[in-house]
Structures are given as structure tokens and as C-alpha cells.
């Protein structure tokens, strides 16, 4: 079964547009790491953002922010007023101590935006 | 310079052929990965080593074999390159999380790209 799912295979939207990327996960483990990484099309991967299991609290950074909800087991990321430059692939990736943390990623979603 | 180094970065070769891919790292971190990237699969876990002692199967590790030479070095062979091994390939490393006072971010390489004709 997949542990991180990434339903949105592609997004488009125009610039300045509101846009969220969905990630549900499934762990059976209390412990765990959530993480989103950004790829764009230069290929390399970059850290966008970690979450811990027992830290809820949804983050905002710049235009970007993060929802975390244990009750849905969702994890979704919100590029408000979106640019050309956030036209990337973004990776949601769960991480549990329970199998020695290691990662498990899902597909992907490739953004584009649309200037 | 790339906390996280990979060589070759682009790579063309011949059916048949073997190929070893480098990584090194100058986090001091024990935990190294290598991970294939293919569209529309994300990435694929393909062997993982805890210490220099310890190495592990992921999940796609047939037609692969790993090396670790040393806490910073992880290599990863193709002894018989086959044109499906056509993929992008991600080294990293990570520390061992909130249990061990760290973050458990993986930390990435550039990327080495492996065409197979």
C-alpha cells in the first residue's frame, strides 16, 4: 500500500493564483516526520519544510504554508499567490522512526505556472 | 561546496557495461541513501546503509549492488547496465532524528543523471 499519496499528478494555474498540493500519508508508527521537497526543473531536490509527528501547528513561510491534520492524516501545502518560478515537482515524503526512519515518498506533483 | 557530492553527474553508456556512481558527504552523518527518480514514480528507495558495516535492500534492488567505503562514501554499481536503468539517481544522507537529537531531514545530492543505450 502507499504510504504517501499525492493524488494531484498536475496542477496549472496562472500567476497569483492560489494553489494547494495534497499529501495523505498512512503510519501505524506514533513517531514520525513529515517533509515536503521541491524539484524544479533543473533537477536538484530542496527542502522546503520538516514536521514532527507531536507538532501540529501549521507553519506559514513567506507565500508558502503548511497544513498538518493528524485526524485526516493529511499534510497539505499552500503556495498562496503563486509565480513562475514555483513551476516545480513537489514531493511529500513521510518519515518513521518505527522502520529505522526511513523515507517513503510519493509521486509527486508537477506544478506549473502559467505567467 | 555541495554538502552532498555526486560523480559523475551525467553519464552515457552501453548496455552491458558497469557503472559505479560516487557519492561523498561532509555532514559527518552515519545514514546514506541511494535513490532512483523515474517520471510519474517519485523516488524508489534502492539500498540504504545505516553504518559502514551496515547496508540494506530498498525496494528496487535487483541489478544493483552498494559499496561503503567509509563513513562519508557510498557507492552505488551497475554491473551490467540495462537501457530500464535509464534514470535519474539521488544520493543523501540523514542524521537519526528527534531520538537522536537531530532533525531527520534528508539531505540530498545534485543528481546523477545515467542514460543507457
Known amino acids: 500500500a502507499q504510504k504517501v499519496t499525492q493524488a494531484q499528478t498536475e496542477i496549472s494555474v496562472v500567476e497569483k493564483e492560489d494553489v494547494t498540493l495534497d499529501c495523505v500519508y498512512e503510519t501505524r508508527d506514533t513517531t514520525y516526520y513529515l517533509f515536503w521537497y521541491k524539484q524544479p526543473p533543473s533537477g536538484e531536490l530542496v527542502f522546503l519544510i520538516r514536521?514532527?509527528?507531536?507538532?501540529?501547528q501549521n507553519e506559514i513561510s513567506g507565500r508558502y504554508s503548511w497544513n498538518f491534520q493528524k485526524s485526516t492524516s493529511s499534510f497539505n501545502f499552500t503556495i498562496t499567490a503563486s509565480q513562475v518560478v514555483d513551476s516545480a515537482v513537489y514531493f511529500c515524503?513521510?518519515?518513521?522512526?518505527?522502520?529505522?526512519?526511513?523515507?517513503?515518498f510519493g509521486t509527486g506533483t508537477s506544478l506549473t505556472v502559467i505567467p | 561546496d555541495a554538502d552532498v557530492t555526486q560523480t559523475p553527474r551525467n553519464r552515457i553508456t552501453k548496455t552491458g557495461k558497469r557503472i559505479m556512481l560516487e557519492c561523498s558527504q561532509t555532514?559527518?552523518?552515519?545514514?546514506m541513501y541511494w535513490y532512483r527518480q523515474d517520471p510519474g514514480l517519485g523516488l524508489r528507495l534502492i539500498y540504504y546503509s545505516f553504518d559502514v558495516k551496515d547496508i540494506n535492500k530498498g525496494e528496487i534492488s535487483d541489478g544493483y549492488s552498494v559499496s561503503r567505503q567509509a563513513q562519508a562514501k557510498f557507492s552505488l554499481s551497475l554491473e551490467s547496465a540495462i537501457p530500464n536503468q535509464t534514470a535519474l539517481y539521488f544520493c543523501?544522507?540523514?542524521?537519526?532524528?528527534?531520538?537522536?537529537?537531530?532533525?531527520?531531514?534528508?539531505?540530498f545530492g545534485e543528481g546523477s543523471r545515467l542514460t543507457v543505450l
Open positions: 543523501a544522507t540523514s542524521d537519526y532524528g528527534l531520538a537522536g537529537g537531530g532533525t531527520g531531514e534528508l539531505f
Open positions: 555532514k559527518g552523518h552515519d545514514r
Open positions: 515524503a513521510l518519515s518513521e522512526e518505527i522502520t529505522g526512519n526511513q523515507f517513503y
Open positions: 514536521r514532527n509527528s507531536f507538532d501540529e
